[in-house]
T-cell receptor, first 114, second 112 residues
Framework: KAGVTQTPRYLIKTRGQQVTLSCSPI?????VSWYQQTPGQGLQFLFE???????NKGNFPGRFSGRQFSNSRSEMNVSTLELGDSALYLC?????????????FGQGTRLTVV | DAKTTQPPSMDCAEGRAANLPCNHS???????VYWYRQIHSQGPQYIIH???NNETNEMASLIITEDRKSSTLILPHATLRDTAVYYC?????????????FGKGTKLSVKP
């Protein structure tokens, strides 16, 4: 069974640009969550999607957005990039997002903003 | 904020058991204890989770105290590949909470 796939693995963008990251969850998983990891702040929750609906949201500005498609694949978008957005962006999927379930993470997309 | 307290670092000799403690004194009745680990620059890897009974799988054992205020992750025979940051998380993930709140974790160094 294939794991969580994130593309691209590495990305370099210029300040002010926008970026779209993609996440393909494990087959059959309907919940997809996104996290940002930086050396200073650690792993922080961005948002979670379940059946194409945003179900939970972390404390990030509106420049960070996401969506989920009918096949459960998810994208996140960051507009007007800032230097501080440089981070490892991680996606996690779980079966239904019910209690007593576990989340499986992808390898992440390393975004560098210059 | 994370609801767990873990030592920032631990060492373990290769081949010995690694016992990683976690305090979660404010855990709620419907919250599970999850353990993940992250090897440098990779995505976190799920290890094990439990509610109140001890759990064991092919990777590790999870011992939860009777009052559920603390737990211990046991790697029975640590190898160099087990060197990683280990995160203990309490969550009703999948219920009202759709996210895992990561703290700073314990950096485990397995030494030859």
């Amino acid at each position: 069974k294939a794991g969580v796939t994130q593309t691209p693995r590495y990305l370099i963008k210029t300040r002010g640009q926008q970026v779209t990251l993609s996440c393909s969850p494990i087959s059959g998983h309907r919940s997809v969550s996104w996290y940002q990891q930086t050396p200073g702040q650690g792993l922080q929750f961005l948002f979670e999607y379940f059946s194409e609906t945003q179900r939970n949201k972390g404390n990030f500005p509106g420049r960070f957005s996401g969506r989920q498609f009918s096949n459960s694949r998810s994208e996140m978008n960051v507009s007007t990039l800032e230097l501080g957005d440089s981070a490892l962006y991680l996606c996690a999927s779980s079966f239904q997002g019910n209690l007593n379930t576990e989340a499986f993470f992808g390898q992440g997309t390393r975004l560098t903003v210059v | 904020d994370a609801k767990t307290t873990q030592p920032p670092s631990m060492d373990c000799a290769e081949g010995r058991a690694a016992n990683l403690p976690c305090n979660h004194s404010t855990i709620s009745g419907n919250e599970y204890v999850y353990w993940y680990r992250q090897i440098h620059s990779q995505g976190p890897q799920y290890i094990i989770h439990g509610l109140k009974n001890n759990e064991t799988n092919e990777m590790a054992s999870l011992i939860i105290t009777e009052d559920r205020k603390s737990s211990t992750l046991i790697l029975p025979h640590a190898t160099l590949r087990d060197t990683a940051v280990y995160y203990c998380i309490v969550s009703n993930y999948g219920g009202s909470q759709g996210n895992l709140i990561f703290g700073k974790g314990t950096k485990l160094s397995v030494k030859p």
